[in-house]
């Protein structure tokens, strides 16, 4: 019994210098996001988006390895009502998958439905671009108010696996399966002279496996300078211009 202690010990100290050491690449930065001031146009609005750090080393290896990743905007367009909460006026999630060609050598961004996007040779270049000189287009709201003042709040998720096969792979370690049915939990067995000693993995044990697999998920967020594209006219003003 003593020595089933003592197997059980060393196992969980050995975990813990495994997720002591292994999240070291994740101190290279905190992400950070840019938004530029939005600019309307009857249907859409355009604004100038910019991140640094959303990649960091894990999530770069696993694109150079082959691994592709999802870039997920959500949006939400606000209209500044003074003295009360602000008004939302639209919102809307734009998903952007990033491959990387090992035999080109180069990253291409596809729109949901596999349209490209572009192509670019570094990271940073996504980043600051998104492979493109184009900005950013948000659309799947109603006319807007020329003279009231709005911004946009966004959110950026980078996601190395799709949601299918976190859910796959969280049910899996769990002791289900992707389809829903049950199976039995998944556990460490170790034999000895003495009997087996089995036990399930803990939270943290998941957390470490999960990333140790490559399934990450990164965000960052931010808001927009607020933008009045036409100056309110003062009460009485279009009158006395007649």
């Known amino acids: ?36 001031e939005p600019q309307y146009d009857e249907s859409l609005i355009k604004l100038d988006v910019q991140f640094q750090d959303l990649f960091d080393q894990d999530s770069r290896t696993s694109l150079q390895s082959g691994v592709p990743a999802t870039l997920v905007f959500q949006w939400v ?22 491959i990387f060609d090992v035999l080109e050598e ?3 961004l596809f729109n949901h439905q596999g349209r490209p996007l572009g192509a670019c040779t570094a990271v940073a270049e996504i980043e600051s671009s998104l492979c493109t000189q184009e900005e950013f287009v948000l659309r799947g709201f109603d006319p807007l108010d020329k003279e009231e003042s709005y911004y946009v709040e966004m959110e950026i998720s980078l996601i190395v696996l799709s949601d299918e096969q976190v859910r796959g792979f969280e049910d899996w370690l769990s002791g289900g399966s992707a ?42 967020k931010a808001e927009s300078p607020k933008v009045q594209w036409v100056e309110k006219q003062a009460p009485g003003n279009s009158e006395r211009q007649r």
Do not use: H
């Open 77 to 98: 367009l606000r209209k500044e009502v003074y003295g009360w909460r602000d008004t939302e006026v639209g919102s809307g999630e734009i998903r952007n998958r990033v």
């Open 1 to 36: 019994m003593d020595t089933q202690k003592g197997l059980i010990w060393l196992f969980v100290l050995i975990l813990g210098l495994l997720l002591f050491l292994y999240p070291q690449s994740a101190l290279a930065g905190s992400p950070k996001l840019q938004l530029g």
């Open 179 to 220: 389809d829903g049915s049950e199976e039995d939990p998944v556990v460490l067995e170790i034999s000895l002279e003495e009997g087996d000693v089995s036990f399930g993995f803990s939270d943290m044990a998941l957390g470490f496996v999960k990333r140790m697999a490559g399934i990450s998920e990164r965000k960052v």
């Open 106 to 108: 180069e990253f291409f």
